[in-house]
């Protein structure tokens, strides 16, 4: 193949091949090696033509042959692209570079016209950019495919180029409904938007008038849009067309067909000129010509119908009377009298004489006028004429003549109600004539007229005085007797009772003197007895007692208050008894203050108090260590430290031990004691025992550590380390102090371990839910179809995409990677590709693109669709006329009768027959085909059928009635149908709505037609004083008239009473024709009227009760109690008396009553007073209190009234004269029986105890209550509460002693009593006695040991110990005893008194317990002691180096006192060597040039070796061929490919290139080999050469020159 260029359109990859030719869509030039694909937007119709540019409107893609024209519905704007199809409402012709928006008025539908607009049918219209054509909406016209609001007046329904004028008869309310026929009474022209009513004086009888008609000659019509004219009326005329009234007669006239409007006669009325009927006024009414009502007679007159005429005198008439009556009596009567109720009553005290009111004779009473005048009754007057009552003739005066009355005469009195004056009886006065007894100590003789004092000392028992009263008695006033002068007073000149004075006493009756109490005891005034002052009291005057201070106490019957005793206790005062008094507890003292008060107090906190009776805070003592003593402590062993707990000597409260330690047992003293909390526990403060370190956290001493961030402790408790915390896992975090791993929450993981935060936890990626805790990988479930996961999904289902949506991957992370749902289909949430397919939009629907639900959008009201996949509005047909279709219609529905449905009727019920119309046919299409409902009918609407007036309504107006009317007021509409109303008749009402008319009800009347209800209840109402009824069922037919209606007598009758009321009790009523409550009269004082409806007035009241005005009964009102009456017709509660003293009178008393024994009655009594408690009465008729005797001594009388004293007084207590109670406690009467005696049933004053006893309580009640002597003191026989003294010192005193210092109670040795001892004490520890009969022990000497309680003699200290003094002890709060040497050191001496004693022990020895006389023994090998070892082995070094282990670089043999280093040579780095032979020797390498070493002093020097044991760095050197680096132990070959051949070197020589070395010896390289450096002669290669390719290779030198391929050479 020649060497040519590649031709055109072929392609020459190799030179050695052919030419290849180019495909289609390619091309290449001359001298290509490859064909080129055609670029897109260019055409290569052949190989060998270069590439052309396509058209605008053409396009191509790569390796084209020709460019292809863009087609229809497509868009290509630049050539190099594929076209792009238009979007819906747009549309492009072949060959264009754009797409064009479809014009307004035309549709571009894709599928069936693609490249041009297709305009839209007539009826229709689109928008620019639309893909459909649209129904020309209601209301509009679309004459240019645009729609255009229709004008007012016109209208269309939709689908149509042009709006229609709306026709006569009917209107257009909106432009886009059908027109609306006129209803009836209403007209319309062309074009309107509204009917218009009918003018008055015109009718509209039909619907879908177009003109309204005249109202004819002979009827009329007021009123705008009605469907009939009215006919005129009797009483009437309409002679004009189109009349708007009608002309009625005048009133007063009524009209007469053959004379016209005539004016009504007298005794009749005319009340409506309508009405041509003439109505007769009925008797007891009248009327005047032309009149229109009947007017009732007026009381004073009466009326025969025609006039009103009046009454003569002595006669009388109320309203509508026929004729006048005769006054009755007590009633004055004058000539057309004009009273209310037709005559005037007479006022009490006045009767009738002459028909006229006059009043009443003097000497003669008129209660009521009805009756004549009465005579005063015996014991009454009348002084003045018109007296209704006669006046009592008062106390004092005479009334004999009934005219007036006269004072009695001096001397003289008269009762109540007596007509003559008596003489005043004797022992009485009547001042003023009315008669009272003489007061008390004073007499008189008949007919005087005051009352004289009895002469002092003389009794008064007749009418003058008598008898001087003797010495020691005097004159009761109220007995006129001498009687005895009473204990507590004294009658000295028999005159007068003198009270006793305070402090003064006399006992018995008849004293003539009072007696002074003797000391300790007091009195009050008038006192029969002096009373021993109680306990705790001070009666120092007699006449006062007081209580003793506190601290104080005083004896009963001493009367003066004593200082108390230190060391007793004198508790506070009650009200029952004197204080009590008791020896100071332990834990306490009490100390005599300068005023002889006794001062209680409490030992302090730290301290306790061990004895009874304590006096001062000194014998308060230290608390012992192990114990603690809160304040007033007396036993500190109820106080022993707790657990957890340490208490040093003098503890006021328990010291918690430190946290970090604990101590289980009880009585610590120090916090030593408390021991240390190991590791893996915890101890908090005051622990008792260790507690394992909890979960989440450890413990490494005593301290407690949460597990660090990112570690858990897991299931174990006690942990001691952080290490022992384990790392958090993967899928989890840990935060500080954590138990347990927590899960990484769902929607994250975790692949890492040791996280302990969960913000450190990963959100699971997109497209990958988590639903599990606690995950270290993300990559899981997929997200689920019809759902999307962005970043944290918990589960593949918790995003549902969106209703109107759906989804076809599982690799959705937002919404908006859902689709939108398909047009004719509906897509609920978590739709996918293959549940949509079933989700066909169902009939009567449609769905836009996005539809959330197959039932997306209804078709509306007015269209229908029958089948499914409906995408959009048009898709829904009209519903025709005939039919109606609702909302999501699938059908259409037929037209129900009484409605008519139009072309798109929405509901069954939207266009209903109007009202006044009805139809029984379906389907109809319009409002013409509803027919009309006729007189005496209604149709409400939407009716079926004609529906007739129901009872009580009519219509006689239109043919069209939407309603009925309601029958009018005054007729009566009965049955269904009626066109009609009737006029009741007399006698007859109706109301409003009305199907028959009612009778007249009693208490009215009805004497008229056609009356209505609002009328009979206004002006129909029967008059008061009438009663309108007839035959007891009905009202009145009738005008009422007074002689056949009129209220009988007893009764009143309101206006329009169903009945006579009877006049209530109290009151009576004598008249007919009374109308008021106020009529009747009320029943005069004195008398009473027991029934109502009466008619006339009663008898008198009954005694011991008196009647007011309007009393009903006999006993009305009961005298008051404490008064009383004896006569009859009572009349105020002035007419009943006071009761008279010595008698008591209960209410309605006619008699007074005796009062009864162990009562007291004063003036006016009306219950008997009791003699108060302490008193008591054995006789009848008492008046005063004082006339009570008192109950006397020993006895108590408990209640009131009494006839004799009650009982005895209670044993325990003693009572005096007046005692109200078994068991007094007011010192006055009586008390409770003082400490220190004792009372005995009936007792007056306490007892006492006999000697050597003492009572200690209060109310004792026998002398078996009274108790020895107490421990410690002794009683010598008084009769004190407390005991004669305390025991004497060095003695002790049991129950029942009587001298301070009995023989058999001598303190023995070792023992001690101090003063008040109930027994011997011990001698306590650090004291002893070695003498009977003493108060204290002898405190031991410093170098003597007391260690013992009740020690006799003191011993000397032992060796080991050492002792102090009891006062040392003391001073430091602390228990005594004797004191060991401490640990460390001993003594070997006795007798030793301090702590400088002990010495240290000896060096090479220990001492390792207290109190040691001499050391242990040795210490062990391996440690040392210097001096005051404490310990055999002792476990650390000892602060100042005294004792310890044996340190590193030494060795101890057993006794040691120090360490012995290690020898030169050797060393040591262990603790606790105990020989030379421990120390180790100095190994190979190293040197030891020193003793006591811890570690070799250095390496051997290079170029020298060192064997073990060496002591300095040079002792060998090194010989050639061999080296010695520094720290060896012997001599080194060199390594392969190393020499030496020096001595004393400490390294080896690199072997030069040429040479191999071994064992440290160079030697040279053999022929036939070759030796590069380092070599020996183990690695002589084989001993063979290498062929090389290259001719420049040196076989001495071994190297290669040349740098080619090295070949390795066969062996031969």
């Known amino acids: 193949y020649n060497q040519n260029l590649c031709p055109a359109s072929y392609m020459c990859p190799t030179a050695a091949a052919a030419p290849t030719l180019c495909g289609y869509g390619q091309y290449s030039p001359v001298g290509s090696i490859v064909c080129t694909d055609c670029p897109a937007g260019k055409a290569c119709p052949h190989p060998s033509f270069s590439p052309y540019n396509c058209p605008t409107g053409y396009y191509s893609t790569n390796r084209a042959k020709t460019c292809t024209a863009c087609p229809a519905d497509h868009s290509c704007a630049t050539t190099s692209a594929l076209p792009v199809a238009c979007s819906d409402g747009y549309y492009a012709a072949p060959m264009s570079t754009s797409c064009t928006q479809c014009p307004a008025g035309y549709y571009c539908d894709r599928a069936s016209s693609p490249n041009n607009p297709v305009r839209c049918a007539d009826g229709y219209y689109s928008p620019a950019g639309s893909s459909v054509c649209l129904n020309?909406?209601?209301?509009?016209?679309?004459?240019?495919?645009?729609?255009?609001?229709?004008?007012?007046?016109?209208?269309s329904l939709g689908g149509t180029n042009a709006c229609t004028y709306c026709p006569a008869g009917k209107f257009c309310t909106t432009t886009g409904s059908p027109p609306m026929?006129?209803?009836?009474?209403?007209?319309?022209?062309?074009?309107?938007?509204?009917?218009?009513?009918?003018?008055?004086?015109?009718?509209?009888?039909?619907?879908?008038?177009?003109?309204?008609?005249?109202?004819?000659?002979?009827?009329?019509?007021?009123?705008?849009?009605?469907?009939?004219?009215?006919?005129?009326?009797?009483?009437?005329?309409?002679?004009?067309?189109?009349?708007?009234?009608?002309?009625?007669?005048?009133?007063?006239?009524?009209?007469?067909?053959?004379?016209?409007?005539?004016?009504?006669?007298?005794?009749?009325?005319?009340?409506?000129?309508?009405?041509?009927?003439?109505?007769?006024?009925?008797?007891?009414?009248?009327?005047?010509?032309?009149?229109?009502?009947?007017?009732?007679?007026?009381?004073?007159?009466?009326?025969?119908?025609?006039?009103?005429?009046?009454?003569?005198?002595?006669?009388?008439?109320l309203y509508g009377q026929v004729r006048c009556t005769k006054c009755p009596p007590g009633y004055q009567c004058d000539v057309g009298l004009k009273n209310p109720m037709g005559m005037i009553r007479c006022h009490p005290g006045y009767y009738v004489l002459n028909n006229l009111c006059t009043p009443c004779p003097i000497g003669n009473f008129c209660p009521i006028p009805e009756f004549g005048p009465i005579a005063c009754p015996t014991g009454t007057f009348a002084h003045t004429p018109g007296m209704s009552l006669c006046e009592a003739c008062p106390d004092g005066?005479?009334?004999?003549?009934?005219?007036?009355?006269?004072?009695?005469?001096?001397?003289?009195?008269?009762?109540?109600?007596?007509?003559?004056?008596?003489?005043?009886?004797?022992?009485?006065?009547?001042?003023?004539?009315?008669?009272?007894?003489?007061?008390?100590?004073?007499?008189?003789?008949?007919g005087s007229t005051n009352c004289l004092p009895c002469p002092n000392g003389k009794s008064c028992m007749r009418s003058n005085p008598v008898t001087v009263c003797a010495a020691g008695q005097y004159s009761l006033p109220s007995t006129y007797l001498c009687v005895n002068c009473p204990p507590g007073y004294a009658c000295a000149d028999g005159i007068s009772a003198v009270a006793c004075t305070a402090g003064t006493f006399s006992p018995t009756e008849g004293q003539t003197s009072c007696t002074a109490c003797q000391t300790g005891f007091y009195s009050p005034p008038a006192a029969a007895i002096c009373t021993s002052c109680p306990g705790g009291f001070s009666c120092a005057?007699?006449?006062?007692?007081?209580?003793?201070?506190?601290?104080?106490?005083?004896?009963?019957?001493?009367?003066?208050?004593?200082?108390?005793?230190?060391?007793?206790?004198?508790?506070?005062?009650?009200?029952?008894?004197?204080?009590?008094?008791?020896?100071?507890?332990?834990?306490?003292?009490?100390?005599?203050?300068?005023?002889?008060?006794?001062?209680?107090?409490?030992?302090?906190?730290?301290?306790?108090?061990?004895?009874?009776?304590?006096?001062?805070?000194?014998?308060?003592?230290?608390?012992?260590?192990?114990?603690?003593?809160?304040?007033?402590?007396?036993?500190?062993?109820?106080?022993?430290?707790?657990?957890?707990?340490?208490?040093?000597?003098?503890?006021?409260?328990?010291?918690?031990?430190?946290?970090?330690t604990y101590l289980y047992q009880k009585g610590a003293t120090v916090q030593d004691m408390c021991l240390p909390c190991g590791p893996g526990f915890q101890c908090p403060q005051a622990a008792v025992t260790p507690k394992p370190c909890p979960l989440g956290f450890y413990c490494p001493h005593s301290a407690t550590y949460p597990c660090p961030n990112g570690t858990y402790s897991g299931y174990r408790t006690g942990l001691r380390t952080a290490d022992e915390c384990s790392l958090c896992p993967a899928g989890f975090y840990c935060p500080e102090g954590s138990a347990t791993p927590t899960p990484a929450p769902k929607g994250y993981y975790n692949p890492y371990m040791g996280m302990y935060n969960v913000s450190q936890m990963l959100k699971c990626p997109p497209s990958y839910p988590c639903p599990t805790t606690g995950l270290a990988d993300y990559r899981g479930p997929s997200c689920a179809l019809g759902y999307y996961c962005p970043g944290g999904t918990i589960n593949p289902t918790d995003n549902p995409c969106p209703a109107g949506t759906y989804s076809g991957s599982y690799y959705a992370?937002?919404?908006?990677?859902?689709?939108?749902?398909?047009?004719?289909?509906?897509?609920?949430?978590?739709?996918?590709?293959?549940?949509?397919?079933?989700?066909?939009?169902?009939?009567?629907?449609?769905?836009?693109?996005?539809?959330?639900?197959?039932?997306?959008?209804?078709?509306?009201?007015?269209?229908?669709?029958?089948?499914?996949?409906?995408?959009?509005?048009?898709?829904?047909?009209?519903?025709?006329?005939?039919?109606?279709?609702?909302?999501?219609?699938?059908?259409?529905?037929?037209?129900?009768?009484?409605?008519?449905?139009?072309?798109?009727?929405?509901?069954?019920?939207?266009?209903?027959?109007?009202?006044?119309?009805?139809?029984?046919?379906?389907?109809?299409?319009?409002?013409?085909?509803?027919?009309?409902?006729?007189?005496?009918?209604?149709?409400?609407?939407?009716?079926?059928?004609?529906?007739?007036?129901?009872?009580?309504?009519?219509?006689?107006?239109?043919?069209?009635?939407?309603?009925?009317?309601?029958?009018?007021?005054?007729?009566?509409?009965?049955?269904?149908?009626?066109?009609?109303?009737?006029?009741?008749?007399?006698?007859?009402?109706?109301?409003?709505?009305?199907?028959?008319?009612?009778?007249?009800?009693?208490?009215?009347?009805?004497p008229e037609v056609g009356i209505s209800k609002a009328n009979k209840l206004a002006l129909y109402v029967c008059p008061a004083g009438m009663y309108c009824n007839d035959l007891a069922t009905h009202g009145l037919s009738i005008y009422p008239n007074l002689d056949d209606h009129g209220c009988i007598v007893g009764n009143y009758c309101p206006a329009g009473t169903i009945a006579p009321v009877p006049c209530p009790s109290g009151t009576y009523n004598p008249v007919r024709g009374r109308g008021s409550v106020s009529d009747c009269l009320t029943t005069v004082q004195g008398y009473y009227t027991i029934s109502g409806a009466s008619s006339y007035i009663s008898t008198p009241c009954s005694p011991g009760y008196f009647c007011l005005a309007g009393s009903?009964?006999?006993?009305?009102?009961?005298?008051?109690?404490?008064?009383?009456?004896?006569?009859?017709?009572?009349?105020?509660?002035?007419?009943?008396?006071?009761?008279?003293?010595?008698?008591?009178?209960?209410?309605?008393?006619?008699?007074?009553?005796?009062?009864?024994?162990?009562?007291?009655?004063?003036?006016?009594?009306?219950?008997?007073?009791?003699?108060?408690?302490?008193?008591?009465?054995?006789?009848?008729?008492?008046?005063?209190?004082?006339?009570?005797?008192?109950?006397?001594?020993?006895?108590?009388c408990y209640v009131r009234n009494l006839t004799n004293p009650t009982n005895l007084c209670d044993a325990g207590f003693y009572c005096m004269q007046g005692s109200r109670r078994p068991e007094p406690k007011d010192s006055i009467t009586g008390n409770s029986c003082p400490i220190g005696g004792y009372c005995p049933q009936g007792c007056s004053a306490p007892q006492n105890c006999p000697a050597g006893y003492l009572m200690l309580i209060s109310g004792a009640k026998a002398q078996s209550q009274c108790t020895l002597c107490p421990?410690?003191?002794?009683?010598?026989?008084?009769?004190?509460?407390?005991?004669?003294?305390?025991?004497?010192?060095?003695?002790?005193?049991?129950?029942?002693?009587?001298?301070?210092?009995?023989?058999?109670?001598?303190?023995?040795?070792?023992?001690?009593?101090?003063?008040?001892?109930?027994?011997?004490?011990?001698?306590?520890?650090?004291?002893?006695?070695?003498?009977?009969?003493?108060?204290?022990?002898?405190?031991?000497?410093?170098?003597?040991?007391?260690?013992?309680?009740?020690?006799?003699?003191?011993?000397?200290?032992?060796?080991?110990?050492?002792?102090?003094?009891?006062?040392?002890?003391?001073?430091?709060?602390?228990?005594?005893?004797?004191?060991?040497?401490?640990i460390g050191k001993y003594n070997a001496l006795t007798g030793r008194a301090s702590a400088n004693d002990c010495l240290l022990c000896p060096g090479g020895q220990y001492c390792d317990v207290l109190g040691m006389s001499a050391s242990t023994g040795p210490c062990d090998a391996g440690f040392f002691c210097k001096t005051g070892s404490p310990y055999k082995r002792p476990p650390t070094t000892e602060a100042s180096g005294m004792y310890g282990p044996c340190p590193v670089g030494n060795y101890c043999p057993q006794g040691s006192t120090v360490p012995t280093?290690?020898?030169?040579?050797?060393?040591?780095?262990?603790?606790?060597?105990?020989?030379?032979?421990?120390?180790?020797?100095?190994?190979?390498?190293?040197?030891?040039?020193?003793?006591?070493?811890?570690?070799?002093?250095?390496?051997?020097?290079?170029g020298y070796y060192c064997p073990a044991g060496q002591t300095t760095p040079n002792p060998f050197g090194c010989l050639a061929p061999q080296y010695c680096p520094s720290g060896v132990g012997s001599p080194l070959e060199c390594p392969t490919g190393f020499y030496q051949d020096v001595n004393t070197q400490g390294y080896c020589k690199q072997c030069p290139s040429g040479s191999y070395c071994n064992k440290g010896t160079i030697m040279t390289c053999p022929a036939g080999f070759y030796c590069p450096q380092y070599i020996n002669k183990t690695n002589l290669h084989n001993t063979f050469c290498l062929l090389y390719t290259s001719d420049a290779a040196d076989e001495g030198l071994g190297v290669d020159l040349g740098g080619r391929r090295i070949i390795k050479k066969k062996k031969k």
Not at 617 to 633: D, E, H, L, R
Not at 1164 to 1172: I, N, Q, R, V
Not at 1334 to 1348: A, H, Q, R, V
């Open 181 to 317: 026929s006129c209803t009836y009474g209403t007209h319309s022209g062309y074009g309107a938007t509204a009917c218009t009513k009918c003018s008055a004086g015109y009718y509209c009888p039909r619907s879908d008038m177009n003109f309204e008609l005249s109202c004819p000659r002979g009827t009329y019509q007021s009123l705008t849009g009605q469907l009939s004219c009215i006919s005129c009326a009797g009483g009437s005329g309409c002679s004009a067309v189109a009349s708007t009234s009608v002309t009625y007669c005048a009133t007063g006239y009524f009209y007469d067909s053959q004379f016209g409007c005539t004016q009504c006669p007298a005794g009749s009325v005319c009340p409506d000129p309508r009405v041509p009927t003439v109505i007769s006024c009925g008797y007891g009414y009248y009327s005047t010509a032309g009149a229109t009502k009947c007017q009732i007679c007026q009381p004073g007159y009466y009326c025969d119908g025609t006039q009103s005429l009046a009454c003569a005198t002595g006669y009388y008439s």
């Open 397 to 446: 005066y005479s009334c004999t003549d009934a005219s007036g009355m006269s004072r009695c005469a001096d001397g003289k009195f008269s009762y109540l109600y007596e007509n003559n004056c008596q003489n005043c009886p004797e022992n009485n006065t009547c001042p003023y004539n009315v008669k009272q007894d003489c007061p008390l100590n004073y007499y008189s003789a008949a």
């Open 1271 to 1382: 421990l410690g003191y002794y009683c010598a026989g008084s009769n004190s509460p407390l005991p004669t003294g305390l025991c004497a010192p060095g003695y002790f005193c049991s129950l029942g002693t009587t001298t301070a210092n009995p023989a058999a109670g001598i303190s023995p040795i070792g023992s001690y009593a101090p003063v008040g001892s109930a027994y011997s004490l011990k001698c306590p520890r650090g004291t002893y006695g070695n003498t009977q009969g003493i108060d204290s022990c002898y405190e031991c000497d410093p170098g003597y040991t007391c260690t013992d309680v009740g020690m006799s003699v003191k011993i000397s200290c032992p060796s080991g110990f050492y002792c102090q003094s009891l006062t040392t002890f003391n001073s430091l709060g602390q228990s005594y005893d004797k004191l060991p040497c401490p």
């Open 813 to 1006: 992370t937002t919404p908006y990677d859902c689709l939108p749902c398909p047009r004719g289909y509906g897509c609920v949430a978590h739709s996918t590709p293959q549940s949509i397919v079933a989700a066909l939009c169902q009939a009567g629907y449609y769905c836009p693109r996005g539809s959330k639900t197959i039932t997306e959008v209804p078709c509306p009201a007015g269209t229908y669709r029958s089948t499914t996949k409906g995408k959009k509005i048009e898709d829904c047909y009209p519903c025709p006329n005939g039919k109606f279709c609702v909302s999501a219609s699938i059908s259409t529905a037929t037209c129900p009768a009484g409605y008519y449905c139009p072309l798109g009727t929405k509901s069954a019920n939207q266009y209903p027959c109007r009202a006044g119309t009805f139809s029984s046919s379906t389907g109809l299409e319009s409002q013409d085909g509803c027919s009309q409902c006729g007189l005496g009918n209604y149709c409400p609407g939407a009716g079926t059928a004609v529906v007739p007036c129901q009872t009580g309504y009519y219509n006689n107006v239109t043919m069209e009635a939407p309603l009925c009317y309601k029958c009018p007021a005054g007729y009566y509409c009965q049955g269904t149908g009626v066109i009609n109303p009737v006029a009741c008749a007399i006698g007859f009402y109706s109301d409003e709505g009305a199907s028959a008319c009612t009778n007249c009800e009693i208490g009215y009347y009805c």
């Open 541 to 660: 005057d007699a006449i006062t007692i007081t209580r003793c201070l506190p601290g104080m106490y005083s004896v009963a019957g001493s009367g003066v208050c004593q200082p108390g005793i230190s060391g007793f206790i004198y508790l506070p005062f009650t009200d029952e008894a004197l204080p009590p008094i008791t020896i100071a507890p332990k834990g306490m003292y009490s100390t005599q203050l300068a005023s002889g008060q006794v001062a209680v107090y409490k030992c302090p906190a730290g301290k306790y108090g061990p004895t009874l009776g304590a006096t001062s805070v000194s014998q308060c003592i230290t608390c012992p260590a192990g114990f603690y003593c809160p304040i007033g402590t007396g036993n500190p062993l109820l106080y022993e430290c707790p657990q957890g707990n340490y208490c040093p000597a003098g503890s006021t409260v328990p010291t918690a031990c430190s946290n970090g």
């Open 1112 to 1196: 009903n009964t006999p006993t009305q009102f009961a005298c008051p109690a404490g008064t009383y009456r004896h006569l009859s017709q009572g009349a105020s509660p002035t007419e009943c008396v006071p009761c008279p003293s010595g008698y008591y009178c209960l209410t309605a008393t006619s008699n007074p009553i005796n009062c009864p024994m162990g009562f007291y009655c004063p003036i006016g009594t009306s219950k008997p007073e009791s003699c108060p408690e302490g008193t008591y009465s054995n006789i009848l008729n008492l008046y005063d209190s004082k006339a009570c005797l008192a109950c006397p001594a020993g006895k108590y």
């Open 136 to 155: 020309c909406p209601p209301g509009y016209e679309c004459p240019d495919k645009i729609p255009i609001a229709c004008a007012a007046g016109t209208y």
């Open 1461 to 1502: 280093p290690c020898p030169i040579g050797t060393y040591s780095n262990s603790i606790m060597r105990v020989a030379s032979s421990d120390c180790l020797t100095c190994y190979e390498g190293k040197y030891c040039a020193t003793v006591g070493l811890t570690a070799p002093t250095g390496d051997c020097s290079p």
